[in-house]
């Protein structure tokens, strides 16, 4: 097996202990050994000085969405950007959709049906959880990937049809179904509740889903119904906080059935929302210290990516497709979604169109007020077409959500907690204005919130975007850097490690400072840029 030694480094192995300085010396898949200068072999295979650099594990992206596009024969090239972040593991099927289990019936563009990916075609072969691993197996994956269950999969596949509801024998098949897929390799359950199908599962079926999953010794990671102070999911007329009621509700069920419990990508969407922060992670801290297993994850930006369809509330999305062209549904869902907007905090501007999902890819890049204004239409109007014609796969950033720009006290809040691991939820496109988070998120925590603000130090970060995202899925062997583990490994300059954002309608660019990158021993970033020809990464079925 060959050798390669990674010389003069200055080491944070993941465990949360100090940086030593040491030599990596890494064979085959694996790190063979840390060595002194006194212990140095005589010849290897390959020799990188890393003097000046940080030598850290390869970084783990726990909420991730790349199960949608490992399947396409090109996804080296779209999936390139994560290894030049220095992401090496993704854990993917979040938010209640994952590409498998399959069945027929669900029809060629069955990816629709859950509205958020990008809806590009691709050849099912597989119809069970452990055919899509063997699929992505053979595909040779450019990073590792952990693939959970979705909610919404299962849901799909146990009707004949779209329903909302499921009957006790559907929802018999439903659980069963992720019991197989456990078997065969998944590493979790995902829920998404704030989506359709998920948005109208009863708190009965949720505690159903959770103690499969808690039986089996599998993790659970929710999107909630709400995360804000009022939401689509509930009544309007429930005046306490959505967001806390959404949280509450998920504690009691982990309470009851003993899950591990991952809420997703932790957000304060809207103005009115960021006041509720405190009270959301005193619940937590509560929920942690009465043994409940809670954790959360977050992503360093006041933005995120989600559908066009998700400030319309669940009565609507019934309703489609023929609530877009009745008047008096338009009326109501008007003014519901102008008081509601109002209090909330945020308004059309704060809605930016980065995947339109159709053949037009006209306007993205540009917030949805700009857009109504070169269409001549109203605000609602133009994103209820942009639904329509994309028939609700079009993607948006939504602004406006942990702060904004020159008032992120609440993102420092969320990233700073202990209980926080980090991850990008970044949807990718072929040519489409892409999520920041898709190129910068891990360089943006350890460049802005490590070294600029020290909200945390380099060591406390490294173990959150490494080790304890492994624990958390059972992921073998990743997320350190001891003799034995994969060599999963990420080079790193801290004085000049930075996302590049973007600027008005510019996309984000590549990151800065990080140099080499490794997944299970072989180099496949060299010097910041992703070496096209190495896919190497493995499925880790758990």
Not at 105 to 110: A, D, F, I, Y
Not at 224 to 227: D, I, Q
Not at 354 to 365: K, P
Not at 437 to 441: E, W
């Given at each position: 097996?060959k050798?390669?030694?990674?010389?003069?480094?200055?080491?944070i192995?993941g465990?949360g202990?100090?940086?030593?300085?040491?030599?990596i010396?890494?064979?085959?898949m694996?790190?063979e050994?840390i060595?002194?200068?006194?212990?140095l072999?005589s010849?290897v295979?390959?020799?990188i000085?890393?003097s000046?650099?940080t030598?850290?594990?390869g970084f783990i992206?726990?909420h991730?969405?790349?199960?949608?596009v490992m399947?396409?024969?090109?996804?080296?090239e779209?999936t390139?950007?994560?290894l030049?972040q220095?992401?090496t593991t993704v854990?993917?099927?979040?938010?209640?959709a994952?590409?498998?289990p399959y069945?027929k019936?669900?029809?060629?563009?069955?990816a629709k049906?859950?509205?958020f990916p990008?809806?590009r075609?691709?050849?099912t072969?597989?119809e069970s959880?452990?055919?899509?691993l063997?699929?992505?197996s053979?595909?040779?994956?450019?990073l590792n990937?952990a693939?959970l269950v979705?909610h919404?999969?299962?849901?799909?596949i146990a009707?004949?049809?779209?329903?909302?509801?499921?009957s006790?024998?559907q929802?018999k098949?439903?659980l069963l179904?992720?019991q197989?897929a456990?078997?065969?390799?998944?590493?979790?359950l995902s829920l998404?509740?704030?989506?359709d199908p998920?948005?109208?599962?009863?708190l009965?079926?949720?505690e159903?889903?959770?103690?499969?999953?808690?039986?089996?010794g599998?993790?659970?990671?929710?999107h909630?119904?709400?995360?804000s102070?009022?939401s689509?999911?509930?009544?309007?007329?429930?005046?306490?906080?959505h967001?806390?009621?959404a949280?509450?509700e998920m504690?009691?069920?982990a309470r009851?059935?003993?899950?591990k419990l991952?809420?997703s990508?932790?957000l304060?969407?809207?103005l009115?929302?960021w006041?509720?922060?405190?009270?959301f992670?005193?619940?937590?801290d509560?929920a942690?210290?009465?043994?409940?297993?809670i954790?959360?994850?977050?992503?360093p930006?006041?933005?995120f990516n989600?559908?066009v369809?998700?400030v319309?509330?669940?009565w609507?999305?019934?309703?489609?497709?023929?609530?877009?062209?009745?008047?008096l549904?338009?009326?109501r869902?008007?003014?519901?979604?102008l008081v509601g907007?109002s209090l909330?905090?945020?308004n059309f501007k704060?809605?930016?169109l980065?995947?339109?999902?159709?053949?037009?890819?006209?306007?993205?890049?540009k917030?949805?007020s700009?857009?109504a204004?070169?269409?001549?239409?109203?605000?609602?109007r133009t994103m209820?077409?942009i639904?329509r014609k994309?028939?609700?796969c079009?993607s948006?950033?939504?602004?406006?959500a942990n702060g904004e720009?020159?008032n992120?006290k609440?993102?420092?809040?969320i990233?700073?907690?202990?209980l926080?691991?980090?991850e990008?939820?970044?949807?990718i496109?072929k040519?489409e204005?892409?999520n920041p988070?898709?190129?910068?998120?891990f360089?943006?925590?350890?460049?802005?919130?490590?070294r600029?603000k020290?909200?945390f130090s380099?060591?406390n970060?490294?173990?959150?975007?490494?080790?304890?995202?492994?624990e958390?899925?059972g992921?073998?062997?990743?997320g350190?850097i001891?003799?034995?583990?994969?060599?999963?490994i990420?080079?790193?300059?801290p004085?000049t490690?930075?996302?590049?954002p973007p600027t008005?309608?510019k996309p984000?660019?590549?990151?800065?400072?990080i140099?080499?990158v490794?997944?299970n021993g072989e180099q496949?970033v060299c010097?910041g840029?992703?070496?096209m020809?190495k896919?190497v990464g493995?499925?880790?079925?758990i």
């Open positions: 097996m050798q390669c030694l990674l010389k003069n480094a200055n080491i192995d465990t202990k100090p940086a030593f300085k040491g030599h010396l890494v064979k085959g694996r790190i050994s060595l002194k200068d006194n212990d072999p010849s295979d390959k020799v000085d890393v000046g650099n030598v850290s594990p992206d726990m991730s969405h790349l199960d949608w399947p396409h024969a090109d996804h080296a779209l390139k950007c994560f030049e220095g992401v854990v993917a099927g979040n938010c209640g994952s590409p498998a069945r019936h669900l029809g060629e563009e069955w049906l859950f509205l990008g809806c075609k691709f050849y072969s597989w959880m452990g055919e899509f063997d699929y992505l053979q595909a040779k994956p450019s990937i693939q979705g919404a999969t299962v849901h799909h009707s004949d049809k779209r329903q909302k509801k499921l006790s024998r929802m098949t439903s179904e992720v197989k456990f078997d065969e390799g998944a590493c979790g998404g509740l704030g989506y998920g948005i109208f599962m009863s009965k079926e949720i159903a889903f959770c103690r499969l999953a808690s039986n089996a599998k993790p659970v990671a929710v909630l119904k709400a995360y102070i009022l689509p999911a509930y009544s309007p007329t429930y005046l306490k906080s967001n806390l009621r949280l509450n504690i009691n069920i009851k059935t003993g899950v991952q809420i990508h932790l304060f969407v809207g009115r929302s006041r509720t922060v405190d009270s992670l005193e619940i937590i509560s942690k210290k009465e043994g409940i297993d954790m959360f994850d977050a992503f930006y006041t933005y989600t559908t369809n998700v319309l509330p669940s609507f999305l019934a309703r489609l497709p023929k609530a877009y062209k009745n008047p549904l338009f009326l869902l008007y003014t519901e979604l907007f909330v905090g945020f704060d809605f930016q980065i995947h339109d999902a159709t053949t037009s890819n006209t306007h993205e890049g917030r949805i700009e857009i204004k070169e269409l001549n239409l109203s605000p609602l209820l077409e639904s994309s028939k609700g079009a948006i950033l939504f602004h406006g720009p020159g992120e609440v993102l420092d809040q990233l700073s907690h202990s926080c691991l980090f990008t939820d970044a949807l496109y040519k204005y892409h988070a898709a190129l910068g998120t360089p943006k925590i350890l460049g802005k919130y490590v600029d020290k909200l380099a060591e970060a490294i173990k959150r975007m490494t080790s304890l995202s492994a958390r899925f992921l073998k062997d990743r350190k001891i003799p034995g583990a994969f060599a999963d990420v080079i790193w300059n004085h490690i930075a996302e590049q008005d309608i984000a660019a590549q990151p800065k400072g140099k080499h490794f997944v496949v010097n840029v992703s070496l020809n896919q493995q499925v880790l079925r």
